[in-house]
């Protein structure tokens, strides 16, 4: 399933590390399937646990832990929405609401189209600006109001790059 190419792409990360210690490179090795698939399989965990002399279950730990690595196919757009209690408090669950009703899907769907998932997430950092949410996994939306996710979803369906 995982190309030569990509075990190319492998070995240049482990090539960081020190011989005895190939599984630091886990991350980069989910991060490299990911861009090529779209998101992280189970079998794609698989091939990278045997690549870095890891237990499967090790590889899945990190995935699973992490939001940005996908388990599942996901729209053009992931929409990350923080939801833990500073957000909360500053009207993070309204904001994941509002998407809901927006884009007619519940938390964790994607839209028909495929052109948006919805997700909610673990603090981001950034307390001070909420509600905030993350944007394919980069780009940090702060303060955003229901008009701002309303120009924001408008944007995107228009073809704004995020």
Same mark, same amino acid.
């Given at each position: 399933?995982?190309?030569?190419?990509?075990? +190319?792409?492998?070995? !240049?990360?482990? +090539? %960081?590390? /020190?011989?005895? $210690?190939? =599984?630091?490179?886990?991350?980069?090795?989910?991060?490299?399937? $990911?861009?090529?698939? @779209?998101?992280?399989?189970? #079998?794609?965990?698989?091939?990278?646990?045997?690549?870095? *002399?890891?237990? /499967?279950?090790?590889?899945?730990?990190?995935?699973?832990?992490?939001?940005?690595? &996908?388990?599942? /196919?996901? *729209? %053009?757009?992931?929409? &990350?929405?923080?939801?833990?209690? /500073?957000?909360?408090?500053?009207?993070?669950?309204?904001?994941?609401?509002?998407?809901?009703? !927006?884009? @007619?899907?519940?938390? @964790?769907?994607?839209?028909?189209?495929?052109?948006?998932?919805?997700?909610?997430?673990?603090? =981001?950092?950034?307390?001070?600006?909420?509600?905030?949410?993350?944007? &394919? #996994?980069?780009?940090?939306?702060?303060?955003?109001?229901?008009?701002?996710? #309303?120009?924001?979803?408008?944007?995107? !369906? +228009? *073809? *704004?790059? !995020?």
């Amino acid at each position: 399933m995982i190309s030569e190419s990509t075990k +190319a792409r492998f070995a !240049k990360e482990v +090539a %960081k590390y /020190p011989s005895d $210690q190939a =599984q630091s490179a886990v991350m980069a090795c989910l991060s490299i399937v $990911q861009q090529e698939s @779209g998101f992280v399989s189970t #079998d794609s965990e698989a091939e990278i646990a045997a690549y870095l *002399g890891m237990a /499967p279950m090790a590889v899945h730990e990190v995935t699973t832990f992490y939001n940005m690595y &996908n388990q599942r /196919p996901v *729209g %053009k757009y992931k929409l &990350n929405v923080c939801t833990n209690l /500073p957000c909360q408090l500053r009207d993070g669950q309204k904001a994941l609401h509002h998407l809901e009703h !927006k884009l @007619g899907i519940a938390m @964790g769907q994607t839209t028909a189209d495929g052109l948006f998932t919805l997700q909610q997430s673990e603090c =981001q950092g950034a307390c001070a600006d909420a509600p905030v949410l993350l944007v &394919n #996994d980069r780009t940090m939306c702060s303060f955003m109001s229901n008009d701002k996710l #309303d120009q924001l979803i408008d944007g995107l !369906k +228009a *073809g *704004g790059a !995020k």
